[in-house]
């Protein structure tokens, strides 16, 4: 078959067990680091006894190579995964009488995600044209179709992708002390 010649080169020979084995012949060890820098800033500023105000802004990037188990494109490009993420909070507190407080909070969470699409391999841009499977149809020309031999399964990794989460909270919260009773409202 066609198709299966031009598959085959690509399947990794065993490495554990029986050269024989059909399932569980291979083991790889592959690590994935991730890279982590965060920073922040904090500040406090007391107006009066009654009065102060803070702020916290953080930043962060979170980043993996991705590499895959074994050499693409059996199982993807190995396309780095970068997120991102920002925090702003902003809490001010008043203090009326000695047995209230009130606290005010503003806060702003930004976090993004994303993937770049499977590159090239082997100079081949279009695996499904190349393989000469009519009818299939990967998330992207680049990529490897899922193809499965015998419950073993080869997928090329997921299309380019991006997700953007951005929350906003606002909370007041406020704390009342009578004798041995205390009673929060918010």
Same mark, same amino acid.
């Given at each position: 078959d066609r198709v299966t010649k031009l598959v085959l080169p690509y399947i990794p020979?065993?490495?554990?067990? &029986? +050269?024989?084995?059909?399932?569980? %012949?291979? &083991?790889?060890?592959?690590?994935n680091p991730?890279?982590? $820098?965060? $920073?922040?800033?904090?500040?406090? $500023?007391?107006?009066?006894?009654? %009065? @102060? #105000?803070n702020m916290y802004y953080g930043v962060g990037?979170?980043?993996? /190579?991705?590499? /895959?188990?074994?050499?693409?494109?059996? +199982?993807?490009?190995?396309? =780095?995964?970068?997120?991102?993420? @920002?925090n702003v @909070?902003?809490?001010?507190? #008043?203090? =009326?009488r000695s047995n209230i407080t009130n606290q005010l909070t503003l806060a702003l969470n930004e976090w993004n995600t994303g993937q770049q699409a499977p590159g090239t391999w082997a100079g081949? &841009?279009?695996?499904?044209? $190349?393989?000469? #499977? /009519?009818?299939? +149809?990967?998330?992207?020309?680049?990529?490897?179709?899922? #193809?499965v031999i015998n419950g073993a399964s080869w997928d090329g990794g997921g299309g380019a992708n991006k997700n953007n989460q951005h929350t906003s909270i606002l909370n007041d919260s406020a704390t009342w002390i009578k004798g041995r009773h205390t009673a929060k409202f918010g």
């Open positions: 020979k065993p490495n554990v067990g &029986s +050269a024989h084995a059909i399932t569980s %012949n291979f &083991s790889t060890f592959v690590a991730q890279s982590t $820098y965060e $920073y922040g800033f904090k500040g406090d $500023y007391v107006f009066n006894e009654k %009065n @102060r #105000i990037q979170f980043s993996s /190579p991705n590499t /895959p188990g074994f050499a693409g494109p059996l +199982a993807g490009g190995g396309e =780095p995964s970068v997120n991102y993420t @920002r @909070r902003l809490n001010y507190n #008043i203090t =009326p081949k &841009s279009d695996w499904v044209g $190349y393989l000469g #499977i /009519p009818g299939m +149809a990967a998330n992207l020309k680049t990529e490897w179709p899922q #193809i």
